[in-house]
């Protein structure tokens, strides 16, 4: 256990300690015993906030993706013109994986079949769907959502460069944001005023 005691709220704590060590050895792997060292709690401590370690990797998972939706919603309105909004969409997006390219495993080793896991993860991807689906609906491109559908699936296989390459640096971020916005922009050229 660690020497210092736990400042502040233990739930935060516990999602923080959980976050780092799900990322790292994936949900299987990972200890309830584990995270309440690294959270500098008593095991039974956690279990007064969560019940078990699939409620924790759900909690975990839910900060996690709303931190995800308020990024994406400050870019959004930050900016004005939808070249910038789109572009704001794949800085998001691959940025939240380039910071998280030591914590893979939170994405890879993910526990399978939870029903509560699913239920959230589907909610979570139709919130940012809408939210890409409603930038271009705002510039009057037709197919607003198939053509969502696919710029989140070029940025989901951008990521997984970052993902899985170690070699893998900010430079190549930056190329591959500036790639998939131009790449997206020009391909719609035809049905947006930019």
Do not use: W
Not at 108 to 128: I, Q, R, S, T
Request: glycine content about 6%.
């Amino acid at each position: 256990m660690r020497l210092s005691t736990v400042q502040g709220d233990k739930s935060e704590a516990i999602l923080d300690a959980a976050y780092g060590i799900f990322g790292s050895k994936g949900f299987y792997e990972t200890k309830m015993s584990d995270i309440a060292d690294e959270a500098g709690i008593a095991k039974g401590t956690i279990y007064l906030y969560f019940k078990n370690k699939e409620q924790l990797f759900v909690a975990v998972s839910k900060r996690d993706c709303d931190n995800f939706i308020s990024r994406l919603d400050y870019a959004l309105n930050s900016h004005q013109s939808t070249g910038d909004k789109l572009g704001a969409i794949a800085k998001t997006h691959l940025t939240y994986y380039y910071e998280r390219r030591n914590h893979t495993k939170m994405f890879f080793m993910a526990p399978n079949n939870d029903p509560d896991l699913m239920k959230f993860m589907k909610a979570f991807m139709n919130e940012y769907m809408s939210m890409v689906r409603e930038v271009l609906e705002n510039a009057g491109v037709p197919e607003p959502v198939l053509l969502a559908e696919a710029y989140i699936g070029i940025l989901d296989r951008l990521k997984m460069d970052i993902m899985l390459n170690p070699e893998f640096n900010e430079e190549h971020l930056n190329k591959r944001i500036t790639f998939a916005a131009a790449l997206f922009l020009d391909g719609c050229r035809s049905f947006l005023q930019v």
